[in-house]
């Protein structure tokens, strides 16, 4: 069933942490940096070998079930709250992650693509694709896009969070800042602090503390 091989495949078969990377973890594969070593690993076998390790340890060793259906059932119900976020993107901002044949994603092309977001929307919500594009491009216009235009407003992305890409890099004005924290995950700096943080992050805290402090001073 081409659902059930999306579900299994369409973002890859193994979970690879870009939004909440911790370097400083200590479990086995518990960050990108430990599974690019034992990817990069020719003495661990060949590729698929490699990638079925990591997929039995993140596993448990337990065999998946793929149930796109399953996966239908979960957003459709009225209890659940994670259906909100996915309710968003059918009425406001869209963003959805695929992974198109002619794409450079690293996991298995033409699974899942943009109709395979759409219909969820439709079956979740009876939200169709042309009422999901115009409420894209409502909100676009109604917040400013990528040219939104702010005051006080401090815009942080993380050097290697997925979301950066639709992130504010470049201040919309001159009463707005923006930082590009190096090698940081999905607001990594929001996290409670520790001994292992980068001086990366350490100084992204600086940064907003300050930053917040002359904002607080201004009439």
């Known amino acids: 069933d081409r659902k ?24 086995a594969y518990c960050n990108i940096e430990k599974i690019c070593d034992l990817m990069t690993d020719e003495d661990a076998g060949t590729p698929i070998e490699r990638l079925a390790t990591l997929a039995a340890a993140q596993s448990g060793s337990q065999c998946s079930n793929p149930d796109y259906q399953a996966s239908v059932d979960f957003y459709t119900k009225s209890s659940n709250p994670s259906r909100l976020w996915l309710y968003q993107t059918c009425t406001e901002w869209g963003f959805y992650q695929t992974c198109e044949r002619d794409s450079d994603c690293p996991y298995t092309r033409g699974l899942h693509r943009l109709n395979s977001d759409l219909s969820l929307c439709k079956e979740a919500f009876d939200i169709d694709p042309l009422s999901v594009e115009f409420n894209v491009k409502y909100a676009n216009v109604l917040y400013g896009g990528l040219n939104t235009q702010t005051t006080r407003i401090f815009y942080l992305n993380g050097q290697i969070d997925p979301w950066h890409s639709l992130g504010i890099i470049e201040a919309p004005n001159a009463q707005a800042r923006t930082l590009m924290v190096p090698g940081a995950s999905h607001h990594f700096w929001t996290h409670p602090s520790a001994d292992t943080d980068r001086p990366a992050i350490r100084a992204a805290r600086e940064a907003i503390w300050t930053q917040v402090k002359v904002w607080l001073k201004e009439p």
């Open 4 to 27: 059930n091989q999306e579900a299994f495949a369409g973002n890859g078969v193994v979970y690879i942490p870009a939004q909440d990377n911790d370097p400083s973890c200590d479990t």
